[in-house]
Nanobody, 117 residues
Framework: QVQLVESGGGLVQPGGSLRLSCAAS????????MNWYRQAPGKERELVAT????????NYADSVKGRFTISRDNAKNTVYLQMNNLKSEDTAVYYC??????????WGQGTQVTVSS
């Protein structure tokens, strides 16, 4: 059974940091590209960060470049999102996603990140 379990969300003040983790099981993690998405209330889900299967390539939404870092540990079947200098507009539910062509696409349940003073 495929599972993606996010953790590490919470309430943080503006300028603070959080590290999200996503533990994967039930599929060959090292063969999948991994993504972090987020969805704020009343907005569409947006892609935040991407990392390829062996971690050689990463990409970020313009809104988080220079503040967020995606990484993975294939030995631990885990992908991370380090979020620094958080802003109120980063408040959202963050989702972990695993994808491999042609049609494999898995989602976690999401973890809430709230940036507020």
């Amino acid at each position: 059974q495929v599972q993606l379990v996010e953790s590490g969300g919470g309430l943080v003040q503006p300028g603070g940091s959080l590290r999200l983790s996503c533990a994967a099981s039930g599929f060959t993690f090292s063969s999948y590209g991994m993504n972090w998405y987020r969805q704020a209330p009343g907005k569409e889900r947006e892609l935040v960060a991407t990392i390829t299967s062996i971690g050689g390539y990463t990409n970020y939404a313009d809104s988080v470049k220079g503040r967020f870092t995606i990484s993975r540990d294939n030995a631990k079947n885990t992908v991370y999102l380090q979020m620094n200098n958080l802003k109120s507009e980063d408040t959202a539910v963050y989702y972990c996603n695993a994808r491999r062509a042609p049609a494999s696409n898995y989602w976690g349940q999401g973890t809430q990140v709230t940036v507020s003073s």
